[in-house]
């Protein structure tokens, strides 16, 4: 099993960035997916969650109106689309997958797989 995380990296506030991650060696399209971040010295928190279905079930406050999640099951990856990004949004990002269907709040236990996670550096 592996998850790729990609396209991270550092913009000014009030820029955009398009995480991708890229699932293998599961039947993605069963699962859940979500991403999480984590900065540096808090703990890991949920940002998004979608559905095998396709059904976004859950974003933050924190991220509301500004992040948008999507999948894509034939190529079997998921994006983050990342708008408005300030600095409180520096941290690395993860996706991870569960099965069957995304927690009413994502929490790290229910995940089964993981990425690496790639950096976001939001900085003028």
């Known amino acids: 099993v592996q998850l790729v995380e990609s396209g991270g990296g550092s913009v000014q506030p009030g820029g955009s960035l398009r995480l991708s991650c890229e699932a293998s060696g599961f039947t993605f399209d069963i699962y859940a997916m979500g991403w999480f971040r984590q900065a540096l010295g808090k703990e890991r928190e949920g940002v998004s969650c979608?559905?095998?279905?396709?059904?976004?079930?859950y974003y933050p406050d924190s991220v509301q109106g500004r992040f948008t999640i999507s999948r894509d099951n034939a190529n079997s990856k998921v994006y983050l689309q990342m708008n408005s990004l300030s600095s409180e949004d520096t941290a690395v990002y993860y996706c991870?997958?569960?099965?069957?269907?995304?927690?009413?709040?994502?929490?790290?236990?229910?995940?089964?797989?993981w990425g690496k996670g790639t950096q976001v550096t939001v900085s003028s």
């Open positions: 979608i559905s095998s279905s396709d059904e976004v079930t």
């Open positions: 991870a997958a569960v099965r069957p269907s995304c927690p009413l709040v994502p929490a790290i236990g229910w995940f089964d797989y």
